[in-house]
């Protein structure tokens, strides 16, 4: 799913092309990406592009008349810059947005179409789709670690919580912990005010590395590779590669679809995680070092 330096890649693309140019036509190629009715998708045509926002996840273009258009790109929604009048060509093809120098076209991968589009008018209208999670580049270190603390969870879950944390999501929440060298499972409680002040900045320095590197690319054309898996990432998406701080491998936790990635001799003092379904094979024979690992590889 694309995180807060996706977002704001796609935006700061979307300035240079739609800021102030009419929309002149929208095309649906799936009835199922928009999910209001009124105000129509209609009333949008015609009207001039006067803002672009990130609301989370999601990009909000603002038009005149006080009408906005939200998408939400979900995990394989993408966007993409074409020629005027691109064609809506095979499944993946979900919406085309006409302007007189390009049709911005709306993807999706896969069978689960979950990207969606609200109409909305007026701008408190924008409030039902924040999730309330605080802008980490406006606000302090009291502020951070208070609304981390207000429950009792892992670092890796109180980091992607949208309720808490605005726009991040499970790639940047693993380069986070890896730069800030703190477990993906430590507890919010749990956490010594050095720590905290490691995590704070990791979080701002992070997201600001990315969101810099990704719009610069953006500078030079449309951002056509928004991925979770970037290969100058230190610890997401490298599981069974070398962590560039230490050396030894990364290693993982999987649960459902996703999985976390995380160092152990940086992160977690050289214990091996949990990974749910391996330690419930194994059992006692799970590894709860990196050289009990090693020596279980080895077997």
Request: a positive charge; hydrophobic letters at 40%.
């Amino acid at each position: 799913m694309p995180e807060l330096p996706d977002i704001a890649a796609y935006i700061s693309a979307l300035e240079l092309r739609i800021l102030g140019q009419p929309l002149e036509h929208v095309r649906l190629a799936s009835p199922f990406l928009q999910r209001t009715a009124q105000p129509p998708l209609a009333a949008a045509e015609g009207l001039t592009v006067r803002e672009l926002r990130r609301i989370g996840k999601r990009i909000a273009i603002g038009m005149e008349n006080d009408l906005w258009l939200v998408l939400h790109l979900m995990i394989a929604g993408r966007l993409h810059w074409r020629p005027p009048n691109a064609k809506l060509a095979g499944r993946q093809s979900l919406a085309a947005f006409d302007f007189p120098n390009g049709s911005l076209v709306l993807t999706e991968a896969g069978s689960k179409h979950r990207a969606s589009l609200h109409v909305v008018s007026g701008e408190e209208s924008l409030v039902s789709f924040d999730a309330g999670g605080i802008d980490v580049f406006a606000t302090d270190l009291d502020s951070f670690r208070a609304v981390l603390t207000a429950e009792n969870h892992t670092l890796k879950r109180a980091l992607t919580d949208p309720r808490l944390l605005s726009g991040i999501g499970n790639a940047y929440s693993d380069e986070i912990l890896h730069a800030a060298q703190l477990s993906p499972i430590t507890l919010t409680s749990k956490l010594a005010p050095g720590e905290w002040e490691r995590l704070f900045a990791a979080t701002r320095s992070t997201l600001q590395l990315w969101i810099d590197r990704l719009r610069a690319d953006a500078e030079s054309g449309f951002p056509e590779k928004v991925t979770a898996f970037r290969k100058d990432m230190a610890a997401h998406g490298r599981y069974g590669l070398a962590c560039p701080r230490c050396g030894d491998k990364i290693l993982r936790i999987r649960y459902a679809d996703k999985e976390t990635n995380y160092c152990a001799r940086c992160q977690t003092g050289g214990k091996v995680l949990a990974d749910r379904s391996l330690s419930r094979l194994l059992g006692s024979d799970w590894p709860r070092t990196l050289d009990e690992l090693e020596a279980l590889k080895r077997r």
